[in-house]
């Protein structure tokens, strides 16, 4: 159990989305710890909401895990 606590609830690596030509993620990397909060703060366009998306499986990344 030990070694559960020690890994991240949410890691993401290298996440890239593009739409067309435009690119809304390029290679982001996120690491959460278990019990955390975590905010996602940016301008529009910034890509905050593909972020989610992605973390949610609600859309697929191009590339990254």
Avoid: C, H, W, Y
């Avoid at 366009?45 to 895990?65: H, N």
Wanted: proline fraction near 6%; avoid cysteine.
């Amino acid at each position: 159990m030990t070694e559960r606590r020690n890994q991240p609830a949410i890691r993401a690596e290298g996440l890239t989305r593009r739409f067309g030509d435009r690119t809304a993620l390029a290679g982001v990397d996120l690491e959460a710890a278990p019990g955390t909060v975590l905010g996602v703060l940016g301008p529009n366009g910034a890509g905050k909401t593909t972020a989610v998306r992605i973390l949610s499986t609600l859309l697929r990344p191009d590339s990254g895990e």
